[in-house]
């Protein structure tokens, strides 16, 4: 089976410091992993993903992710954040070994960028 | 953010009354989903439609009653729903294929409120 877990409810960082959101996950085969963010009464929006290749992945906004195999772990950052950063930020996993396998999303991290 | 669509964007409705949610995905997707997403609970898978079939239903309650006529529309039928089933109801649709994995895209939600 396979989860994701993000240890904090809420990231508070003030606006023009480099943030991050964690994210650890658990799966038996290859991991596909995910970030999204939700901005209020939005649905989700992709922001990236890792399925192979460098570790290290960019993606929309200014935003990256680092996968690291040995912590398995997928944390989100952001050389310097804005306000318009503050949302709520979910990390999710598939397992790639076995398709059909849905995405399981973790409970979501409320980022606050404070002025 | 248009590229899934849903309507309406809030509802209320009794207990007793029924009622139909909308999905419309113009990204030519052939995989569709809806999601329940409830207050301080992660993001609860509710239906997949895979090539038009149903793959899971995640021991839904027969009081939801997915539709998917093609690939491009989703229904969420409801009817006799309880207070606890108020909630953000969210569809998304990604592109499927064998050990290919894309990310999914969400449509703006419906806030379901029962009363």
């Known amino acids: 089976a396979q989860s994701v877990a993000q240890p904090e409810d809420q990231v508070n960082v003030a606006e023009g410091n480099p943030l991050t959101v964690k994210c650890t996950y658990s799966?038996?085969?290859?991991?596909?992993l995910f970030w999204y963010v939700q901005y209020p009464n939005r649905g989700l929006q992709f922001l990236l993903k890792?399925?192979?290749?460098?570790?290290l992945v960019k993606g929309s906004y200014g935003f990256e992710a680092e996968f690291n195999k040995s912590q398995t772990s997928f944390h989100l950052k952001k050389p310097s954040a804005l306000v318009s950063d503050s949302a709520l930020y979910f990390c999710?996993?598939?397992?790639?070994?076995?398709?059909?396998?849905?995405?399981?999303f973790g409970p979501g991290t409320r980022l606050s960028v404070l002025p | 953010e248009t590229g899934v669509t849903q309507t309406p964007r809030h509802l209320v409705m009794g207990m007793t009354n029924k009622k139909s949610l909308k999905c419309e995905q113009h990204?030519?997707?052939?995989?569709m989903y809806w999601y329940k997403q409830s207050a301080k609970k992660p993001l609860e898978l509710m239906f997949v439609?895979?090539?038009?079939?149903?793959?899971e239903n995640n021991s839904v309650p027969s009081r939801f009653s997915p539709e998917c006529p093609n690939s491009s529309h989703l229904f969420l039928h409801l009817h006799t729903l309880q207070p606890e089933d108020s909630a953000l109801y969210l569809c998304?649709?990604?592109?499927?294929?064998?050990?290919?994995?894309?990310?999914?895209?969400f449509g703006p939600g419906t806030r379901l409120t029962v009363t």
């Open positions: 439609y895979n090539f038009k079939e149903q793959t």
């Open positions: 890792y399925i192979t290749g460098d570790n």
């Open positions: 990204l030519g997707h052939n995989a």
């Open positions: 998304a649709s990604s592109q499927e294929a064998s050990k290919v994995t894309y990310e999914q895209y």
């Open positions: 799966v038996s085969g290859n991991p596909y």
């Open positions: 999710a996993v598939r397992d790639g070994d076995n398709y059909g396998q849905n995405f399981v």
